[in-house]
RNA sequence: GCCCGGGUGGCGAAACCGGUAGACGCAAGGGACUUAAAAUCCCUUGGGGGCAACCCCAUGCGGGUUCGAAUCCCGCCCCGGGCACCA
């Protein structure tokens, strides 16, 4: 340990303070725990950064501190506490910005990283940096290859089309967020295509009712609610049918999905997505070639556009018709973009009188509207359905197709497959190699890593080819299977795989020769508490989950749910509005840190507000923290120089008591904001009846080291204790003291304050218990 | 349109299993110390009335339940976030 003495000076020093510690810390390995004999294993997870060019903003700093508050909490509770850190480096936004600035990747996220590092070893997070990792490294990403070729073997992976942006000027594909109002950004004057290529996709769909399921499995998993209800959202379950249309004059039928079969006898015409596969055969000669405008006119327009609801109906007649089952009608065929080829079967029953799409659809081409339902939802101009109320309708409707085999009950999920290509450089390549005469032939597991090629020109290019198709040497490989030529995929794979399973890595990071060691996955996970955004409620949060099923289902895991507590942290806005780049109202923690102290901040930034609703960035309310930590700082001086510390008063007992519930349980709910209140109102009844009792400071400090831990260490030392605070464990309380032994009544008329006494507690009533308002 | 949050002093916010509204902090005003300033310490601080004891008003709006509502119920308005032509 280090040989600096406890400092005596009068006035609190922070910059010292912290730099004394923080070398202690790193030279005493004091954040880093047994990872094989852990006594109480508490797994503590926060959703690792991707390494900007701006360093850590005050949004990462709020979430990661929060975290932190709650990791060394824990520890003061006698947890071994395992709180890794890492890096989410590979993905489109750190290849845009090297792309912006003209330096490599290779060359920026090294040095992003190392400012992180420095950032965040400065803002005294208790992190473990034995186990630190980034995705880009061939070592992590190996694994994230290998992870791959396990769900391709599992029959998890596939290749089909699927529509990417294409911007015809710079002739590559587009990510969603580069798509500014159809228009390309590079080329504002140029509208973004839909463009279908050959892509990767993960069969998540399948996992859709369990992860559902598990949502409400309180065992399993104890979420954020907000979190937990967007991902239901998400997957989007819809209970219904599936109904066969016979098409007339041919053989095949058409299925439709509705979750109102109730209606079916005001179905008065269909609709096919434009890409479906019955189109072209439905289509009569007369229309072939408006239907085929159509269908060009569509894959015209771009992704997100096409997305976009309200837009004003279009579509077009296809000659064909459908019989109603229910009716026996003949009802017309058409093809309209509002239907989703991606979602149920591609084909709609379209019924205008009781859907509002369908309306203005059928309102425009002059189709028939037929009610069926009346005021109180009973079904009309049903045949033997007619009277029922739509509740019943819909059983019995769907029963009736089923003894008829026009039909059956049907559940559709709104999740689609993960597609994980990417036509970029700045990922792991996807492990597929293509051969002539073997077809896709997985990379075999010992030659992973498929490593990145270095390319000095790794932007997308207008030549059409995926960059890392350019380096020749790498692009061609032997086939593993037969030896001839062949080519490599030339994709590489979804940031969101990459942070899919960083959490299984961390205590296993230094195992070259395995992802997850089974010893060590089997002590440390699942995670204990996971802290993050809730802007990954479902995309990272969702795809990391159904990793951990596959995972758990091919036998490599023996939970299928990773995270056991989630919570998501509030958003740190300024002027009232997010921070962000293009509002000018970012705030850098490290020129606030040079003035104020880490510890400062720290506590600044947990007082804001309560930790899972956000807070309101100012200035000005910096002071108020410093001037907590420099009236402990004064009073632990006034502590060790005087042997007059004051009396423990009735007043003060209590207080002190009362304080050390509140806080641990304030803390536990992470409503930081009210625990550092409390702190600050016990300093003050110590200060009002000027005590200064050994005892109650240790635990005022122990209390107050969560927040800020190097000013803690230090008045720890200087109290004359000899090892780190937080060896120390959280206080206890006499739950008899925590009720005050005064009390005020309040007199009451009409709920009406009317008076107020103050009465003395008997403590034989106390003991009785009881007591009424 | 649907699903989550949220609306309380000059400001950030407390209180929310119904029972003292505004803890804690910031800012502001007054005072002490100082040649002065900063820092620090003490006092005041939702609005209105009263010499005072006290009284009235006040938690987005309108109703309701209750001895009593910021808190519960019904109907709205506004702000933030997510999803959205999902059949």
């Known amino acids: 340990m280090g040989q600096t003495p406890p400092s005596t000076d009068a006035t609190y020093d922070p910059q010292a303070v912290e730099a004394k510690w923080q070398s202690r810390w790193a030279e005493g ?100 940096w034995r186990q630190e990792l980034s995705t880009t490294d061939p070592a992590y990403y190996k694994w994230t290859q290998w992870i791959f070729l396990q769900l391709y073997k599992a029959g998890k992976a596939y290749r089909k089309h699927g529509n990417v942006n294409w911007c015809p000027e710079c002739k590559t594909v587009l990510a969603n967020e580069q798509v500014i109002d159809g228009y390309c950004e590079r080329h504002p004057t140029v509208r973004v295509q839909q463009r279908a290529l050959k892509q990767w996709y993960f069969r998540i769909t399948d996992y859709a009712e369990r992860l559902l399921h598990n949502l409400d499995d309180a065992e399993a998993m104890d979420w954020s609610e907000t979190t937990a209800g967007a991902q239901r959202n998400w997957i989007g379950r819809s209970e219904g049918a599936e109904i066969v249309f016979p098409l007339v004059g041919r053989e095949d039928r058409l299925s439709v999905f509705t979750t109102r079969p109730d209606t079916l006898f005001g179905a008065t015409f269909m609709v096919l997505a434009p890409e ?108 033997r359905f007619s009277g029922e109320p739509a509740e019943a309708a819909i059983a019995n409707i769907t029963a009736w197709l089923e003894e008829r085999g026009a039909g059956q009950r049907q559940v559709q999920y709104r999740l689609y497959d993960w597609c994980i290509s990417r036509q970029r450089y700045w990922g792991p390549p996807i492990p597929i190699i293509y051969c002539e005469d073997c077809g896709t032939v997985p990379v075999p597991e010992e030659a992973l890593p498929v490593v990145l090629p270095p390319l000095d020109e790794f932007r997308p290019d207008d030549t059409g080819v995926s960059p890392l198709a350019r380096n020749e040497e790498w692009y061609f490989v032997p086939c593993p299977r037969c030896g001839r030529r062949a080519r490599r995929e030339t994709d590489v794979s979804d940031t969101f795989l990459d942070s899919g399973w960083y959490y299984l890595r961390y205590p296993s990071a230094e195992f070259d020769e395995r992802p997850f060691d089974p010893v060590r996955t089997r002590t440390w996970l699942p995670v204990t508490a996971y802290i993050g955004g809730n802007e990954h409620a479902v995309l990272h949060l969702l795809y990391a989950r159904f990793l951990a099923m596959v995972l758990h289902d091919l036998g490599h895991i023996t939970f299928e749910e990773p995270f056991l507590r989630f919570r998501a942290h509030g958003l740190i806005v300024k002027d009232g509005a997010k921070m962000s780049k293009s509002r000018g109202n970012v705030v850098i923690p490290d020129q606030y840190i040079a003035q104020w102290g880490a510890d400062t901040f720290r506590m600044y930034l947990m007082s804001l507000g309560p930790f899972q609703e956000g807070g309101d960035f100012r200035d000005a309310g910096i002071s108020g923290p410093r001037r907590y930590l420099d009236k402990v700082w004064a009073m632990v001086g006034r502590c060790i120089a005087e042997d007059a510390v004051g009396e423990i008063t009735k007043a003060v007992m209590v207080k002190w008591h009362q304080t050390k519930q509140k806080v641990a349980e304030d803390i536990e709910a992470l409503k930081y904001n009210t625990a550092i209140a409390a702190l600050m109102e016990l300093l003050n009844v110590l200060r009002e009846e000027q005590c200064c009792e050994q005892h109650i400071l240790d635990d005022m400090v122990v209390m107050t080291a969560p927040f800020a831990p190097h000013f803690a260490e230090e008045c720890w030392e200087r109290l004359g204790h000899t090892s780190s605070v937080f060896a120390a464990r959280w206080p206890e309380w006499d739950p008899a003291l925590v009720v005050a032994a005064r009390a005020e009544v309040v007199i009451q008329v009409n709920g009406r304050t009317r008076s107020r006494v103050e009465v003395e507690r008997d403590a034989e009533e106390e003991r009785g218990g009881g007591g009424g308002g």
């Open 276 to 383: 479906h596969p019955l189109v072209g055969a439905l289509t009569a000669e007369a229309q072939r070639a408006d239907v085929e405008a159509y269908i060009r006119a569509t894959a015209e327009q771009d992704v997100v556009s096409r997305r976009v609801g309200d837009r004003e109906k279009t579509g077009v007649f296809t000659g064909g018709f459908a019989i109603n089952p229910a009716t026996g009608q003949q009802i017309p065929v058409w093809v309209a973009d509002y239907v989703l080829m991606e979602y149920g079967a591609g084909a709609i029953m379209a019924v205008p009188a009781h859907d509002e799409r369908d309306l203005s659809f059928a309102e425009k081409f002059g189709l028939p509207v037929v009610r069926v339902l009346d005021e109180d939802e009973r079904l009309i101009e049903s045949g």
């Open 29 to 128: 390995h004091v954040n880093e725990p047994d990872l094989d004999q852990p006594a109480r294993p508490f797994y503590n997870l926060m959703m690792f950064p991707y390494p900007s060019a701006e360093g850590l903003h005050v949004g990462n700093m709020f979430a990661f501190t929060g975290s932190d508050v709650y990791g060394r909490f824990k520890r003061l509770q006698g947890y071994t506490v395992f709180e890794p850190i890492g890096f989410d480096a590979f993905g489109i936004h750190s290849e845009n910005y090297a792309i912006q600035v003209g330096v490599h990747p290779s060359e920026l996220i090294p040095r992003n990283i190392a400012n992180f590092r420095r950032q965040l070893r400065r803002m005294g997070g208790m992190f473990d």
